[in-house]
């Protein structure tokens, strides 16, 4: 038997937990730039081939002039107002629930949960993330669009691994340790 | 010159920031416990000689039927009443940063900062602490006592090590990177 797709949120954040500052400003991921690092993120991506995210966060990508990239991927935009496919980017307005349920009955590679706060937050709140990978940034932010928004059931993970890299930035990566006490 | 004494906050966080969970339960914590493992506490404790600590968390300790530790050490409890000391234990109802800065003016070891959640904001918020040792257990809570509220300024840091346990802790340990852009 084939093992199941997982469904990965992989994203940075704050030591005190933000994804992005004041006014959804992502300046202080410049502190961890270095020229060939990428922090794992392609040899992640290629493990994928399906993506979730916000409509709010797909549409903040264009807005800062960036194509979004993953034209690859099957795309889901949720998104509470129905809109038409463009191309491999599909709105999705349905059940996420069914949704992770429909991919993980098709085969296929993982799925990637690439935000922002609302989608991880409904994600995390149904329980529908089997992994987590989490970079977490030197620094405190004080404010901004936290990640882990109060109102989450406890949610038991295991660490599979931690990595520290030259400019500071932790990456954990755990997955959700479901039924064990 | 001797190094000028550092104020460390050493502390345990559940991934989504929490030093407690709901009615200021610490169970959580008891995941991580391991015969014999202390995650360096000991050794980090020999290297100081003072500890700072909220009122309501030294509280705390006694209703939780503990003797507070540290008799060995100047432990500063930070009250909005004065209060008689008791041994080694004074109550402190003045100025954090006239605090630090007496004690930095003095020769000593390190200086602990042992919580909680009220007291490490105030310390973060006139940025009066140097190291932050931070233990994220592997766990999402979903709700209790946060130990970054909001309202910090921006404090950019350096990580000086990050250490992975066997039960899944990991442990970050930063310093206060100031002055530099």
Redesign the interface.
Known sequence: MEPERKVILYISMS???YIA?INDSLE?LS?VDEEGQDYGYHDFVDTTDSVIIGRKTFDKVLTMGFEYPHTDKDVYIISRTSRPDKGSFKYYTGSLKELILKLKDQRGKDIYCDGGAQIAHQM?KEDLIDE?V?S?I??????GVS??Q??????????L??K?YEK???Q?H?TR?RGSS
């Not at 030197?138 to 404010?143: A, D, F, R, T, V």
């Not at 989450?152 to 295991?158: A, D, H, I, R, V």
């Open positions: 030591l005190d937990g500052g202080f502190m995390l987590l989490i977490v030197p620094i405190i932010l004080g404010q990640l882990f109060s109102g989450l059931p406890e949610l038991k993970l295991k660490l691994r931690s520290q500071g930035l932790v954990l755990y340790e």
